[in-house]
């Protein structure tokens, strides 16, 4: 879509580019949001591509991940065997209501600032126990636990012009064993709920994270398994207001879901079968 207010496109930014920062300026990663409506209150935009970020990185600490890394590179990434639940990464990728163009050219960074139910780097980041980099415009940095930066649908704790540098996802996560649900209306549709459960490895706990189903990620930690009705509980006091309302869900079947998805979950890392 022609975006008919932008009069300027700044297609060098100084690294780091917080201090162009004006009013009417939006940070340019993939654009498949950008240009997919109108921006009427936007008049310049800043490209992100020719900083060069890194996009992936392997450390003895884990993984990270730049925030221009597209979805088609995070997919075609091959974590180490030892990471069990590197599945997980492409499995998220693939979680997109994604065309050519989203799964092209769509970045880590713009899905988590999109910061949408359906966002499935939101997911994956939040299920890992990742924390994202945060740079402001004066220069300063933050870092924030992906499951405090999502507040609400379309929502999030960016200040204004704060730039989402990269995602660092724990060595420890990566090494835990993983099961996940999803559900969509329709083949390939948009995700109705998306949930991860992890385990680490040689215990008995469980990490719930429930997503898409509601307007902000939710995640529940159990030092050991939990049992059915202890699990129905949890997910019973989830506040009524947190269920999203969309074309693909009601509250109530979103819930519905949920409640279904976490005792497979939970069944299945009881059970000690293979992620
Ligand atoms: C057909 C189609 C299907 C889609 N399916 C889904 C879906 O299933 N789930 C979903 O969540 N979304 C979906 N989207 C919406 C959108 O395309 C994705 O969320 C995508 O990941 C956005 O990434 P991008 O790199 O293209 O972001 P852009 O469009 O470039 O930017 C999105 C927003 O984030 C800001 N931004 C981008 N990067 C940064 C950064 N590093 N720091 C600070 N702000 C930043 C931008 O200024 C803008 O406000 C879909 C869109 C289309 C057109």
Known sequence: MDLNTIAEVVRRPPEPPGELWRSGDAWLAG???????????????????????????VTDAGLEIGAMCTIRELAAFAPPPEWVAGSLLRTSCEAFLASFKVWNSATVGGNICMSLPAGPMITLTVALQASYTLWGTDGSERVV??????????????KRGEILRRVTIPIDALRKRVTHRRFTLTHLGRSTIFMIGTQRLGSTDLLLTVTAGTTRP??????????????????????????????????????HLAEFYAEEIRFELAAGEPS
């Open 31 to 57: 654009g498949t949001w950008l240009f997919s409506e109108p921006q009427p209150q936007l008049n310049r935009l800043v490209d992100l591509a020719p900083l060069g970020w890194d996009t992936l990185a």
């Open 145 to 158: 636990d992906a499951l405090d930066f999502v507040t609400g649908n379309h929502e999030n704790v960016l």
């Open 218 to 255: 939710i995640r529940m930690r159990f030092d050991s398994m939990p049992d059915a009705d202890t699990l129905q509980q949890s997910m019973d006091a989830i506040p009524s207001g947190h269920w999203f309302d969309d074309p693909n869900g009601t509250p109530a079947h979103r819930r």
